[in-house]
């Protein structure tokens, strides 16, 4: 009697250990999914802070509406699967200014996330500021993205509150190319993931 007791003691201490265990795997994942979707909820083109490029008519001539790229990642938060999608585009445009659109999807098992989000920019001086984040620093580099190859690109580190987002905006044609975002510690481990460049219209890309 004592022995089959004991057995039941176990079993439910195993079930009540399993429960706990997947409550921290969806809080986990939870929280990363949206430290990731804040870093990219932002307002994508800003002139927050000088551009390191002119205003070289060669910079601007892929300025047009309509034109767009596309970006994907993926992510594994305690065995658990993240992608993500996005697409920046101009839709308007005028003289001085430009209206980019900004429209991601994020997807895991427990759900997912969609975010549009429009603003209109100074043409000539289109810089990238992910939104509550501060410019730590810059410095330049080479990205390979498989379907364009290698890429001089300007790397904009941001960080704020454990939450850092790094954005490579190709040195020639002023636009992302790839972007890595890390979330704070959380469970003793930080995570990341590396949204890249997979299909555009722009010339010069």
């Known amino acids: 009697m004592t022995s089959e007791i004991q057995m039941e003691t176990n079993q439910q201490s195993a079930k009540i250990s399993t429960t706990e265990k997947k409550i921290v795997i969806l809080v986990v994942v939870a929280v990363t999914a949206a430290v990731f979707a804040s870093a990219f909820s932002i307002t994508m083109l800003s002139s927050n802070h000088n551009a390191s490029q002119g205003t070289s008519p060669a910079i601007n001539s892929w300025i047009v509406k309509g034109a767009y790229a596309t970006y994907e990642g993926q992510t594994n938060v305690l065995g658990i699967s993240i992608s993500f999608n996005a697409k920046m ?77 790094t954005y490579y905006v190709g040195n020639q044609i002023q636009w992302p190319v790839e972007m890595t975002m890390t979330s704070p510690m959380n469970g003793g481990q930080t995570y990341s993931i590396d949204i890249k460049l997979v299909n555009t219209n722009i010339k010069g890309l």
């Open 89 to 165: 585009e101009i839709v308007d445009l005028n003289a001085t200014q430009v209206e980019v659109q900004t429209a991601f999807n994020m997807s895991s098992p427990f759900g997912n996330q969609d975010n549009t989000t429009t603003t209109w920019v100074n043409r000539s001086n289109m810089t990238y500021q992910p939104e509550g984040l501060a410019l730590n620093s810059t410095y330049q580099t080479q990205v390979t993205i498989p379907s364009l190859g290698s890429i001089s690109c300007t790397a904009y580190v941001y960080n704020s509150q454990g939450i850092s987002a």
